[in-house]
């Protein structure tokens, strides 16, 4: 069993060590976080609806157009501040270069 005055100078040295660090470290974990975030944006962004038309809000696994795990809510149309939404996306929803991929939502694979 450690002694408490060995515990303290441990914590103490600790402590030191991410003062020491953190003035040094700070800026690249922000550049790193801004990287990743970065990534994981869909550019463009994404809108998911459901086939009644509700507006999904939350976190989506998706896994090639299977949803896999969706925790969040479900915002229906009417309550929607942008008006009706349509059911099905428009040419312009569609990115260039996935308009002439024929996707099916009901595929299991």
């Given at each position: 069993?450690?002694?408490?005055?060995?515990?303290?100078?441990?914590?103490?040295?600790?402590?030191?060590?991410?003062?020491?660090?953190?003035?040094?470290?700070a800026?690249r974990v922000?550049?790193?976080?801004?990287?990743?975030?970065?990534?994981?944006?869909?550019?463009?962004?994404?809108?998911?609806?459901?086939?009644?038309?509700?507006?999904?809000?939350?976190?989506?696994?998706?896994?090639?157009?299977?949803v896999?795990?969706?925790?969040?809510?479900?915002?229906?149309?009417?309550?929607?501040?942008?008006?009706?939404?349509?059911?099905?996306?428009?040419?312009?929803?569609?990115?260039?270069?996935?308009?002439?991929?024929?996707?099916?939502?009901?595929?299991?694979?």
């Open positions: 069993m450690a002694q408490p005055g060995l515990s303290l100078a441990i914590g103490d040295a600790l402590l030191g060590l991410v003062d020491w660090a953190w003035p040094r470290v800026p922000d550049d790193l976080f801004d990287r990743v975030a970065d990534a994981l944006r869909p550019d463009p962004p994404l809108s998911i609806r459901s086939l009644e038309g509700h507006l999904l809000t939350g976190l989506i696994i998706v896994d090639r157009g299977q896999l795990l969706f925790i969040g809510s479900r915002v229906p149309a009417a309550s929607s501040t942008q008006g009706a939404i349509p059911l099905g996306p428009s040419h312009h929803d569609i990115p260039p270069w996935a308009r002439d991929l024929e996707v099916d939502p009901y595929r299991r694979s």
